[in-house]
C-alpha cells in the first residue's frame, strides 16, 4: 500500500516503515505528526484519487531528528568587471519514518475509484448509453459557460466544437472573448 501526500508543500510517495527527509517542520524530535492532504492511495486492488484530497484518509510518521542538508554553493561573476559573489546554503531538514497510513470506512466521500479489474461489458439496452450520453453533455455545456476557469486545451476544444476559424493561433484571453460572444 502506498500514498501520495503533501508534507511542508510538497508531494511525496510514501510507503510504511519509509524514511523520508522533508523540509523542516515546527514539531519536536520524537514526536509523532499526522498529514491529512492524501491526493493518492493504492492497496493493491483498488486506486482511489481525490479531488483534491482524500476526506478521511490521512498518514501518521514520527519525527526522528532535524538536520541540515549538504551545502550548495552560489557564485556569481561577470566577466571583466570585477563582480563575484560566493554565497553558500544548507537547508534546514526534518527527517520523518513513516508509521502508518489510516483510511476511514467511508471511501465515498473521494471523487473516483480506479479498479485494477478488467472494465465491466456495458449493458444491451440502446436507449441506455445514449441517456448517460446526453447527461453528461448537458453537464459538460453547463460547466462550460465559465471560461476563466478553463485552461487553453479545454478553451480550444469548445471553440473547435463551436466553429471558430483560427483558434489555435488565439491566446486565452482571445479565445475567452471569442468564445463569449
Known sequence: MYAIVEI???????????????HRLQDKEGSKVSFGK???????????????????????AKVVGHLKGDKVIVFKKKRRKGYRVK???????????????????SKSASKSTVEKVAPEKPAAKKNAPAKVAVKKAASKKANSH???????????????????VGYNT??????????SK
Open 8 to 22: 511542508a508543500g510538497q508531494q511525496f510517495k510514501v510507503v510504511k516503515d519509509q524514511k523520508l527527509f522533508v
Open 38 to 60: 492524501v491526493y493518492l492511495l493504492d492497496d493493491g486492488k483498488n486506486v482511489t484519487i481525490g479531488a483534491p484530497a482524500i476526506t478521511g484518509a490521512s498518514v501518521q
Open 87 to 105: 554565497n553558500g546554503h544548507r537547508q534546514t531538514l526534518s527527517e520523518l519514518i513513516v508509521e502508518n497510513i489510516v483510511v476511514s470506512k
Open 146 to 164: 465559465d471560461y476563466s476557469k478553463m485552461n487553453v486545451k479545454e478553451l480550444k476544444s469548445e471553440a473547435k466544437e463551436k466553429g471558430i
Open 170 to 179: 488565439l491566446k486565452k484571453s482571445d479565445l475567452i472573448s471569442a468564445l
